[in-house]
């Protein structure tokens, strides 16, 4: 007899397609694949499993049995005393799918730039883990966002006549102070506002100095593995990228010396090296410093995230130790706050302060004005100060947790090790894979929808160490385990 779903239910389940699989397997796969086609919508209720058993003429423990496994994979929400409900945050394949629209046919370099970027989502429909794993994403939720509206409010409600019109190439003045004022505090860098300069990010700040700084052909050390964002901008400006290689200890700068000892640049991110993680050591830093100065080269420090650090203070930045003034220091607002945002900062050395603002002038005049007065007043309040410190209590508690749901997931599969600082760990590949390489594993969990970055993308020879970086800062905690388990599951 064939087992439908009444009129009562949310839709028609077919069970008898697979007389060979158990019938909870088979109600399984057709309520997951009603969820995937969007069928079954996020946030819609199930029956009760009593409702659904009666109508399916099946045992209680049948259905209870199918939507335990659900849940489990992250489809269903198992909300006691509410009910059975569709998982809120699972991106839904659309109904009816259209086939693509013909593409023209790309140049070299626009096919080389399109499969140059991150693994993407699985083409094939299956269950979706959204963005559980990705790197460097705060988690924004956490955010304060009714206060930041009222300060966007108060700041607009009536503004000074300069601000709807702007016209200062470094930034808002009331927000080069407060940032002047925070790294001071915070970072130990004594500057003064007129040496902080606004920009969109790291790869701004690269850009200009590489425009102010170098000419074509000359050599900029860059930490390998490093941030592909920054060499993409080194080899626009036709530098000459040299790899220098990270051990324990951070950039080896004698290996530096060695291969490019007249350098002109040096990019570096000394508090917590991306992807691996390392801190510069304090030899090292005063060895950088030291060639730096003998070589006339300058040094462009990457402060991305300094202030998530969970053990201690955070490190004193690179330039609190420079009394050469050939530091330029850059950090940004975007970990802090929000992605989207697309804000940051550049201290300069005081003799190159002028020049980085005439360039700004330049290019574009200056940055967007809109939230500038607000950033201001979050960094002048307090706020942002109460914001870093509570996430950095969430994030150490997701770091653990992570690390306590890897040791049972994935244990003899992939290693990590607690760390002091960052919003994401590297994995070592242990034995049990086989020796298959990061890329690989890679490809196999995007498959599944699951985002993990390869260490070698990271890496500018392709000899370099292997690994799978996990972002933990902004995973979804009920999905943690399930992706986890489900990375045990394709990859054994």
Not at 340 to 347: A, F
């Amino acid at each position: 007899m064939a087992r439908k779903a009444g009129t009562g239910s949310l839709l028609p389940l077919e069970l008898d397609g697979d007389s060979a699989s158990p019938l909870f397997q088979r109600l399984y796969r057709q309520l997951r694949q009603a969820v995937l086609e969007g069928r079954l919508k996020p946030g819609a209720r199930l029956p009760a499993t009593r409702v659904l058993a009666d109508e399916l003429g099946l045992s209680r423990n049948t259905v209870l049995a199918a939507y335990d496994q659900l849940a489990s994979e992250g489809f269903l929400e198992l909300r006691h005393r509410s009910g059975v409900f569709v998982a809120e945050d699972l991106p839904i394949a659309r109904q009816d799918p259209q086939p693509a629209p013909p593409q023209p046919e790309l140049g070299i370099r626009a096919r080389d730039a399109a499969s140059a970027g991150p693994v993407g989502a699985d083409r094939r429909g299956g269950p979706r883990w959204p963005s559980c794993f990705a790197t460097g994403v705060p988690d924004v939720s956490q955010f304060p966002f009714d206060l930041w509206t009222r300060l966007l409010a108060r700041s607009w409600r009536r503004p000074a006549a300069s601000l709807p019109i702007g016209g200062d190439p470094g930034g808002h003045p009331a927000l080069r102070a407060a940032i002047a004022s925070y790294i001071g505090e915070a970072r130990g860098i004594a500057c003064h506002p007129d040496h902080v300069l606004v920009v969109s990010g790291i790869r701004q700040a690269v850009d200009l100095a590489c425009r102010l700084l170098l000419d074509p052909g000359d050599q900029v050390w860059m930490e390998n593995p490093g941030y592909p964002g920054i060499r993409a901008v080194l080899a626009a400006n036709a530098c000459e990228v040299v790899g220098v290689p990270i051990d324990e200890e951070g950039l080896d700068v004698a290996m530096g010396r060695k291969v490019a000892g007249h350098a002109r640049l040096v990019c570096v991110a000394p508090s917590h090296q991306f992807p691996l993680g390392v801190a510069l050591s304090l030899q090292r830093r005063l060895m950088l410093l030291d060639w730096a100065r003998e070589a006339g080269a300058w040094i462009l420090e990457d402060d991305y995230d300094s202030e998530y650090r969970y053990a201690g203070r955070p490190l004193a930045a690179l330039k609190s130790l420079d009394k050469d003034n050939r530091v330029i220091y850059v950090g940004t607002l975007s970990k802090l706050l929000f992605p989207s945002l697309r804000l940051g900062y550049l201290v300069a050395p005081p003799q190159l302060a002028d020049a980085f603002r005439n360039l700004r002038t330049r290019l574009d005049d200056q940055p967007s004005m809109v939230a500038q007065p607000a950033l201001a007043e979050l960094f002048r309040s307090g706020h942002l100060a109460a914001h870093v410190r509570r996430m950095r209590q969430v994030y150490a508690a997701r770091q653990r947790a992570f690390l306590d749901a890897a040791d049972t997931h994935l244990k003899g599969l992939v290693a990590f090790r607690a760390e002091e600082s960052g919003l994401h760990l590297v994995g070592r590949i242990g034995r049990r894979l086989g020796g298959r390489n990061d890329k690989a594993l890679a490809r196999t969990a995007a498959r599944e929808g699951i985002q993990l970055a390869a260490v070698s993308d990271y890496d500018l020879f392709g000899d370099g160490p292997q690994g799978l970086m996990f972002g933990y800062a902004a995973a979804p905690e009920h999905l943690v385990a399930p992706a986890l388990r489900r990375l045990k599951e394709i990859w054994t």
